[in-house]
């Protein structure tokens, strides 16, 4: 017979009664919805950011309206538990196998369907996360096709039906997914390089996709067929070195030239280029290494400056209107950021990679054109 010491005789029964109690406390403070936060409220100052700053004297055109990091959206913020109540919610945390977040690790694009739902792809987590705030929760789609897990997803966009299309730069095709995530095919396997932006125009039924590797533009039918390609590898308009992101307006098709230090707005039928924004150089409106592109519904274009850690804002001609950001952690600052995407409501998505969130900035209209 095995004689135990008085902790090693009590400790089972305790230890039942005390994980009983951690699971019951973990059970009773844990929701399965949400509201949708943007963590922007809890500093006067972070709340009162605009760009210009209103110490400049000028009228503010963009205000910090908050951050996506993860799950962490949906919940509202603990206080702080002392005593009996503070020791079994920190009991409870030690036998919680979701006590780690569900948090962004290196976003790179994004977008937003018209049930509001964003949708932030993550090359690091290997998955595309999907903040719901209808239902009130975050999900994280780590499945391309049937076979496949996600590698490195990098551009997205909206199709029909409420399909949504990214692209894998690793596994060298845009998957196709149903409005749950679930794959419904892929498209361009063998004919893409390196897969990197997207857009896709809904009227003419075709799926834009910057091959990065190959200096071109393909595109695809609905279906999946490829239709034609814009572009060749060079420096002169309609020309790419290694082209990322996507963004379609109004039968134009606006091209992040990554390589070539430049932006240009081309004819989406011709490939023709219309207008090229920006030019190489070390001063704040330069680029160097231009990523995400976008276009608010005033036609101002937004421009990724992940070198310098910039989002640029040109107006419809390319002039250089305004920076936002610069290096660093702290709110309103960038670290190597990557995509910038746009919703309905005129809010401004940025993917601060390295920070591991999306920034988000109100546009309250009313820039240089309407002047």
Known sequence: MTVRSGFAAILPRWAGVLLAAALLAGCATKAERGVLNYGAGASPEVRRMTWPSKESGEVPRYVYAGELTGEENFREPQEKKTGASGFFS??????????????LQRPQAGTVDEEGRIFVTDASRQAVFVFDPKEGR??????????RRFVAPTGIALGEAGEIFVADSELGFVARLNREGKSVGAIGTGELSRPVGLAFDA???????ADTHAHDIKVFDAEGRLLRTLGR??????????P????LVKGELVVADTMNARVQVLD????????????????????????GVAVDDEGNVY??????????????????????????????MFYLPSGVWIDARNRVFVADMFN???SLFQFLGGGAESE
């Not at 009227?203 to 996709?209: K, N, P, T, W």
């Not at 590898?233 to 290694?242: A, I, R, V």
């Not at 990322?244 to 963004?247: A, E, H, K, M, V």
């Not at 219309?274 to 680029?287: A, D, F, K, Q, T």
Request: no cysteine.
């Open 356 to 358: 591991g969130r999306v």
């Open 233 to 242: 590898q060079g420096d002169k308009p309609g020309e790419f070195n290694y």
């Open 303 to 332: 421009v990724v400056e992940s070198y310098y850690d910039h989002l640029l804002v040109f107006n419809r001609r390319g002039e250089f209107l305004l920076p936002i950001g610069g290096m660093g952690r702290e709110t309103g």
């Open 203 to 209: 009227a003419a039924r075709q799926l834009y996709v």
């Open 268 to 291: 989406a039928e011709s490939g023709k280029a219309r207008l090229i924004i920006g030019e190489r150089g070390l001063h704040v409106g330069n680029l160097v290494r231009p990523k």
């Open 138 to 147: 975050l999900d994280v789609w780590e499945a391309a096709d049937a076979g």
């Open 90 to 103: 920190w009991l409870a945390g030690l036998f919680d196998l979701e006590a780690v977040p569900v948090v």
């Open 244 to 247: 990322t992101y996507l963004t």
